[in-house]
């Protein structure tokens, strides 16, 4: 199985922070990637797709960039709604792996 | 508008079964893998079954693997999940997502393994 390391766990952060996100996969997996974002209550909302596709209707500050086995998710300028729970998904080959999650959260 | 609604969660005891289900709505549904994902308490999110467009392929993850069975109705725009000898770690928030790159998610049915 592929496993995805995210990190950090936690971070705290400001309001107009950038913040950077990584996930690193243990073997090769081309730009198979996605990033979710999760608030308390609700289901994972799907923000960026193969590494770096902004999916419609996501803010222009998020971005995604990686291939292979290191990928970034970065928030250019955080916002009050961005406080959340973030995940890596590696769709590259079964079974699907997660990341362990970020959560960010306000300073 | 793409519209995911899962049903058929609640409290049971370990070693009985639940038949998850999963209506779609808002896109064609045949043309579509469709996964199930699920969250425990507290915790992330793990990647559970998905099946392709017209069933004919199925891939789990190996906590579940003869335990569970993921199928679907293209005619009915429905996706299931039957969760058979289910133990206390089966536990969790169980949501179905569309596309084989997971790119929509319902808002998730509770299932609570517990005597």
């Known amino acids: 199985d592929i496993q995805m390391t995210q990190s950090p766990s936690s971070l705290s952060a400001s309001v107009g922070d950038r913040v950077t996100i990584t996930c690193r996969a243990s073997?090769?997996?081309?730009?198979?990637l996605g990033w979710y974002q999760q608030k308390p209550g609700q289901a994972p909302k799907r923000l960026i797709y193969?590494?770096?596709i902004l999916q419609s209707g996501v803010p222009s500050r998020f971005s995604g960039s990686g291939s292979g086995t290191e990928f970034t998710l970065t928030i250019s300028s955080l916002q009050p709604e961005d406080f959340a729970t973030y995940y890596c998904?590696?769709?590259?080959?079964?079974?699907?792996?997660f990341g362990q999650g970020t959560k960010l959260e306000i300073k | 508008e793409v519209q995911l609604v899962e049903s058929g969660g609640g409290l049971v005891q370990p070693g009985g079964s639940l038949r998850l289900s999963c209506a779609a709505s808002?896109?064609?549904?045949?043309?579509?893998?469709m996964s199930w994902v699920r969250q425990a308490p507290g915790k992330g999110l793990e990647w559970v079954a998905n099946?392709?467009?017209?069933?004919?392929?199925?891939n789990y993850v190996d906590s579940v693997k003869g335990r569970f069975t993921i199928s679907r109705d293209n005619a009915k725009n429905s996706l299931y999940l039957q969760t058979n000898s289910l133990r206390a770690e089966d536990t969790a928030v169980y949501y179905c997502?569309?596309?084989?790159?997971?790119?929509?998610w319902g808002q998730g049915t509770l299932v609570t393994v517990s005597s």
């Open positions: 073997q090769g997996i081309r730009n198979d």
């Open positions: 193969v590494a770096s």
């Open positions: 997502a569309s596309g084989g790159w997971l790119d929509f």
């Open positions: 099946i392709n467009e017209d069933g004919s392929e199925t």
């Open positions: 808002g896109f064609t549904f045949s043309s579509f893998w």
């Open positions: 998904l590696q769709h590259n080959s079964h079974p699907y792996t």
